[in-house]
């Protein structure tokens, strides 16, 4: 087995890898290697043949394959090793990774981590949906493989189960594909689409307009013998059952952070997102051990997960330089309807930065308020509250926190 030793190992070349890698670089971190275990690097933005990347961190529109050879054409500038085809498998003592790689198994100690690994869409099986393992069941993700990346067939008539922002994703490789798409279901009253960019809006809002929207409907089986013949749809608040033909249903959003290596790390997880807890340092439970990008909240959007790694680059220079880590935080717990919040602790003496959080349910006119032991800390209104939208609190939220005390509580007014 090779050993090898690294002043900064990065998991996961996507956005938020590759971001922090060039910070770090120019912040002089020393031996920067970002691993990956894709044949290439780029992360998910490789496979998203579309535009809508790069606005609020390189300030231009990219179509994502251009967006992710940027990121990397820019790492690999910055002097950043750049190692694809290598998967992180397991921790050793310490900070060190073990991975396996076409040239062998070894292992890279460092003296920081960042995990920087991403989400990915729960899969039909975890949806428990019923119905023979067929043909033609996708996610967004592994249909994106089939039509861009090995051009195969995919279908003629496709279901898109999910109605928000990475649906819309899938609806434009189907039609891109040539596939007739027959609806769009969600459980929500209505769906989650919004523009982030406004250009994105002109291109698709017409070819959607002619997309039915099932509203509180769920997908509860699959039908056909080899291939999909069609799915059985039911209404969530009348019962009514409905079939609808189709050769291809793609299951879409409702992420899982790809938390395997947060996990066997013994980090500390959040019941809300899922991924490992951070403060807003981007620190986790686990001494010189940091995490960025979508691992953390899923799903943000490709320019706010570099601007989140070049964040994380800071944290990661401060603790190279003063091996500083923090003793004690407040973790940070989310009343319904919301369902996460990032970071999800609080550390004393350092400055909150914005908190983004998801929420379950539609809401105007909400009132958003961080609590501590009953006492309202902060609170900010929104006109709108949309799920599968990330919405953020940008004030001074963490003002007068008692770091003695009961956890912190986002949630509504009561
Ligand atoms: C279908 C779809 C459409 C999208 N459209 C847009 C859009 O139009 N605009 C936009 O801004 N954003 C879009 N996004 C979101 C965008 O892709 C993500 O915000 C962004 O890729 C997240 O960056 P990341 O660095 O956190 O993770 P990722 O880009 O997912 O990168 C994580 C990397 O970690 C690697 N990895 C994981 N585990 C290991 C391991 N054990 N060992 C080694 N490597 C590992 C993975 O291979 C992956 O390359 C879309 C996403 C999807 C799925």
New binding site residues.
Partial sequence: MKREQTDVLI?????????AAVELKKLGAGKVTV????PE????????H??????RDLHRVYA?PQ?ARRNVAQAAASGAIIRPA????GWGNGRTLT?SSPDGLGEIKAQAILL??????RPRTARLVPGKRVQGVFT??SL?RFVDQYQLPVGHRAVIVGAE??SL??FM?LKKAGLDVAMMTTELPQHQIYF?YVP?KWLTMDLLNRVPVRPLSRVTRIFGRKRVEGVEIRRLDTGEVETAACDAVVF?GDWIP?Y??ARSGELTLDGGTRGPQVDGQFRTSRTGVFA?????HG????????L??RSAAQSIHDFLQNGRWPAASLPIQCAAPIQWAAPNRVTAGEKAGELAFYVGEFRQNALVEVRQGGKVLYGQRYGRLRPNHVMRLRGDWAAGIDFGGAPLEIGLAR
């Fill in positions: 998991v996961g070349a996507g956005p938020a890898g590759l971001a691993v990956d275990r894709e690097a780029g992360g998910t933005p490789r496979l998203c579309h535009v809508g990347f790069g606005i994502g967006y290598t998967t992180i498998t991975y920087a690994t991403g989400v990915r869409e967004t993700g994106q922002l990475v994703s899938a490789t982030p994105m879409t790809e395997e290596m960025a990008g979508n691992l953390l799903a943000e959007t490709a320019d706010m997960c570099a989140e790694g």
